[in-house]
T-cell receptor, first 113, second 111 residues
Framework: ETGVTQSPTHLIKTRGQQVTLRCSSQ?????VSWYQQALGQGPQFIFQ???????GRGNFPPRFSGLQFPNYSSELNVNALELDDSALYLC????????????FGSGTRLTVV | TQLLEQSPQFLSIQEGENLTVYCNSS?????LQWYRQEPGEGPVLLVT?????EVKKLKRLTFQFGDARKDSSLHITAAQTGDTGLYLC???????????FGSGTRLSIRP
């Protein structure tokens, strides 16, 4: 079975720009969750998609938005980038919302300059 | 707001020693997970515990979920240099719509 794949692996953007990060979930998984991890910190929950619907959201502004597609892959979009958005963005897939654990991708390192 | 506090934040010990990492909250969780993360990689799931008082063993690692499902511990016996990494606990509510993570314990094992 394939794991979770994220693209791109690294990205540099300018403040004010928009970015789209992509995630292919593990085969058989129907839930994708997105996390932001600042250096030296634990991952912070952004939102979760379950069967193409947003199923929960953390304390992130509306300029963070997402999608889940019929094949359960997902996108994270961030508008009007700020310097503080620089972080590792992690995608995690799971079966049925992740009560028993997630499979994470290796992340996208976003740098906003 | 649910919060998970991990302690200690940093731990550096000699190879062969034992250690315990703690994960505490004032909230009740329906499940608690432990992950290990290496630099430049995503976290890797080690174990999930769901029953209060549950103890799970994974080779030299022992995980315990508190009776009240508010806390957990990870004990490593005879630490090895390969155990080095960031250890994260994560808790889920009953709907599992949000799994929150602690800030992690950075473990360094000296040869």
């Amino acid at each position: 079975e394939t794991g979770v794949t994220q693209s791109p692996t690294h990205l540099i953007k300018t403040r004010g720009q928009q970015v789209t990060l992509r995630c292919s979930s593990q085969s058989g998984h129907n839930t994708v969750s997105w996390y932001q991890q600042a250096l030296g910190q634990g991952p912070q929950f952004i939102f979760q998609y379950y069967r193409e619907e947003e199923n929960g959201r953390g304390n992130f502004p509306p300029r963070f938005s997402g999608l889940q597609f019929p094949n359960y892959s997902s996108e994270l979009n961030v508008n009007a980038l700020e310097l503080d958005d620089s972080a590792l963005y992690l995608c995690a897939s799971s079966l049925d919302r992740g009560h028993y654990g997630y499979t994470f991708g290796s992340g996208t390192r976003l740098t906003v300059v | 707001t649910q919060l998970l506090e991990q302690s200690p934040q940093f731990l550096s010990i000699q190879e062969g020693e034992n250690l315990t990492v703690y994960c505490n909250s004032s909230s009740v969780f329906s499940s608690l997970q432990w992950y290990r993360q290496e630099p430049g990689e995503g976290p890797v799931l080690l174990v999930t515990v769901v029953t209060g008082g549950e103890v799970k063993k994974l080779k030299r690692l022992t995980f315990q979920f508190g009776d009240a499902r508010k806390d957990s511990s990870l004990h490593i016996t005879a630490a090895q240099t390969g155990d080095t990494g960031l250890y994260l606990c994560a808790g889920g509510d009953s709907s599992a719509s949000k799994i929150i993570f602690g800030s992690g314990t950075r473990l360094s094992i000296r040869p």
